[in-house]
């Protein structure tokens, strides 16, 4: 059965805006409002959320004194007819305003994804509890006894011959985690029970492991991916020196004896780690799972670097 793909749209007539949430209010900024914004938008699946920056230019002070850390961002871009959401996630920084010339810049660092750094370990509903004797030196140095309950909190533990995915389940949802997807290689079967003694994330990325599958972002969004299906997103996306590719692919090999592909193209939001994508090129050409890639605008310029697997 053939390849299905698609080049959908054209790169040209780029934009780009960002909605920063703040409580509940929102701001938006675009260029299509003559607001210069440039970003930085790296995406892999190595299992951390990514960085990213976008740099706002001439930002009014009362626009400015809008942003916080910890709002919600959002940032949408790219050319005609494929212009979307290319992350989201939590401001972690807004950097004081610089000036480069004539212009004023702000930077603003946020993580992809939610917040889920002080995220705490979760426990089970059932609490044990004893009574525990304190002292207490008075100030004329006498010591007085008292007792008070301590109630104890136990981590959640699950029984023996417990599957992984019982387990992602019950931690997504005690912890709130959005998963918007989970593929396991293998449902793995804990023969001796399973206790969470870990951060719920950890854990999850931990299991997911133990299933042969791997835990990355996209979009701002948790997935667990199988690696089995070599389109799992639907996608049908082509890349060639006629439609986004700038020049011919370069080869990179590592000392583990792992092989991946560099493609510089004009920069498409559709592109994230796991997609899959069509390439045909003189040096490659056929279906590749995406490991990473680097969404980039400086000023006029709109590129991408992706690296995808051999």
């Not at 939590?90 to 992809?112: A, C, H, L, N």
């Not at 199988?226 to 990179?252: C, I, R, S």
Request: with cysteine; glycine share 6%; proline share 4%.
């Amino acid at each position: 059965m053939p390849v299905k793909v698609k080049s959908d749209g054209y790169y040209w007539g780029y934009t780009t805006a960002i909605v920063i949430t703040h409580n509940r209010a929102k701001l938006t900024l675009s260029e299509k409002n003559s607001v210069p914004i440039n970003y930085e938008v790296p995406s892999d699946d190595g299992g951390s959320p990514a960085t990213c920056t976008v740099t706002v230019f001439n930002l009014a002070k009362t626009h400015l004194n809008k942003i916080h850390k910890g709002d919600h961002i959002m940032l949408h871009t790219g050319p005609t007819g494929l212009y979307g959401l290319l992350t989201e996630g939590t401001i972690s920084q807004v950097s004081p305003e610089t000036r480069d010339g004539m212009d004023k810049e702000t930077q603003i660092t946020f993580t992809e994804g939610k917040d889920y750094g002080k995220e705490k370990r979760l426990y089970s509903k059932f609490n044990g509890s004893k009574m525990v004797t304190h002292k207490v030196k008075t100030s004329d140095g006498k010591t007085i006894s008292y007792q008070k309950k301590q109630v104890k909190k136990v981590n959640i533990a699950f029984k023996k011959n417990v599957k992984a995915s019982q387990i992602i389940a019950r931690i997504k949802r005690d912890a709130k985690i959005d998963i918007a997807a989970v593929h396991l290689k293998k449902n793995k079967v804990y023969k001796r029970g399973y206790s969470l003694s870990s951060k719920p994330l950890a854990a999850i990325k931990s299991i997911a492991k133990d299933c042969g599958s791997k835990v990355y972002y996209r979009r701002g969004a948790i997935y667990i991916d199988d690696w089995q299906k070599p389109n799992p997103y639907n996608e049908h996306l082509y890349l060639a020196m006629t439609n986004g590719l700038t020049q011919e692919p370069t080869y990179n090999s590592t000392d583990d004896g792992s092989a991946t592909w560099t493609l510089e193209c004009f920069d498409d939001p559709r592109i994230l780690a796991g997609s899959a994508v069509y390439v045909k090129s003189t040096e490659l050409t056929g279906l590749k799972r995406v490991k990473s890639v680097t969404h980039t605008h400086d000023r006029d310029s709109y590129k991408m670097e992706v690296v995808v697997y051999a």
